[in-house]
């Protein structure tokens, strides 16, 4: 399954790979690819985790997420 979040509040690259090793870290979430320039962040996972979830995830490391059209 895949979840696409728009994500706000990168300043770097850093942030970024930030973002991608923190969700990858999720159970059941076996790829995340984030766009610093665009914000788009494409996260491959198993049926069961909460797409929800992942974006309150990404808000409670300090930044902005919600959920975009794929």
């Not at 995340?32 to 049926?47: C, F, M, P, Q, S």
């Not at 974006?55 to 975009?68: E, L």
Request: with cysteine; charged share 20%; proline share 1%.
């Amino acid at each position: 399954m895949v979840t696409v979040l728009r994500i706000e509040g990168m300043r770097c690259a850093g942030c970024a790979k930030s973002i991608e090793r923190a969700l990858t870290r999720i159970e059941g979430v076996s790829s995340v690819r984030v766009n610093y320039e665009t914000g788009a962040t494409v996260i491959d996972h198993e049926v069961g985790v909460n797409q929800e979830a992942l974006a309150a995830f990404v808000v409670d490391i300090g930044f902005s997420a919600q959920r975009a059209a794929p």
